[in-house]
């Protein structure tokens, strides 16, 4: 528990305590308890399979820990474990390429021009539907974030038309539009080449600076921006390892959590590892 906790000071973003889950019989997370506070950019690091995506799964309320036994609810987001999931995803940002997969793979496949993607977060729906009210407001407010992404020029353009790159750069934004007090950020470089992955990087480090609480799940250590600074290592569904990056990022952890042995190089706030043990040079 760090100062601020203890102070009762902290504004909470999500809290677990001892939540369990299952999927398909198998457990998945166990007893995971954490506290992630407003402003504290943190990096959840796991290897493949280790949970990573069922924990945000639970962030959004599409999965469900068990029941704890002491009556403390296993999550609150916000303070609060009850939530309308609509109100809640307008107040959380996610991006994931499960996302990706949803709009190419839905009825329109993909037949959706960049600005009704961002529109849709309005709606949290991973689709326009006929039903709902479009403004031309709304409109305005998605031409002007996909600015804000340098994507402009995919207002118009169709989604299955873009590249990784452009797709993911709409995603941020259709996550942005709602101004969302915190961004969980799904290995949001997948599939993109170094260039795109720089500036998507570059886009979540601006964001940290200008007050999103920023959770970034992956399995890169070097997507670790210098704005996070706090890791969690995620292992077989719990925590082993969790505090501020200095301490908690080290080779032995790393090597720890992935099972291989890791050197770990720092230069200028950003990490790399080598896969031979060795410490870089
Ligand atoms: P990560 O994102 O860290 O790679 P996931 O949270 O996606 O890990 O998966 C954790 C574990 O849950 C894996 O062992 C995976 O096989 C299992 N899993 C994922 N999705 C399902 C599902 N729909 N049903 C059952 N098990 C699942
Ligand atoms: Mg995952």
Known sequence: MNEQHAAGKSQPVLQLHNATVYRSKQRILHQLSLQIDKGEHTAI?????SGKSTLIKLLTYQLHPVTSEDGIPPIRVFGKNRWDVAELRRRVGIVSSDFQYYFLNNIKKGRITGVDVVVSGFFSSLQLFP??????????????????????????????EMSA?????????RSLIT?????????????????????C??????????????ILITHHIDEIIP????????????AVYDGPK?????????SDTFGHPVGLHRHNGMYSVRLDGAQAD
């Open 201 to 214: 990087m570059e886009l979540i480090r601006s964001l940290a600076q200008q007050g999103t609480t920023i």
């Open 246 to 254: 200095e301490t908690t990022l080290t080779a032995e952890n790393l």
């Open 227 to 238: 704005e996070i600074e706090r890791v969690i290592l995620l292992k077989d569904g719990e």
């Open 131 to 160: 039903h709902q009210k479009i403004t031309g407001a709304m409109r305005e407010q998605a031409r002007a974030t996909l600015e804000r992404m340098d994507a402009a020029y995919l207002a118009d353009t169709l989604f299955r």
């Open 45 to 49: 690091v796991g290897p493949n399979g």
């Open 179 to 199: 101004s969302p007090e915190a961004l969980v950020l799904d290995e949001p470089t997948t599939a993109l080449d170094f260039v795109a992955r720089h500036n």
């Open 165 to 173: 790159g452009e797709a993911r750069r709409v995603l941020i934004a």
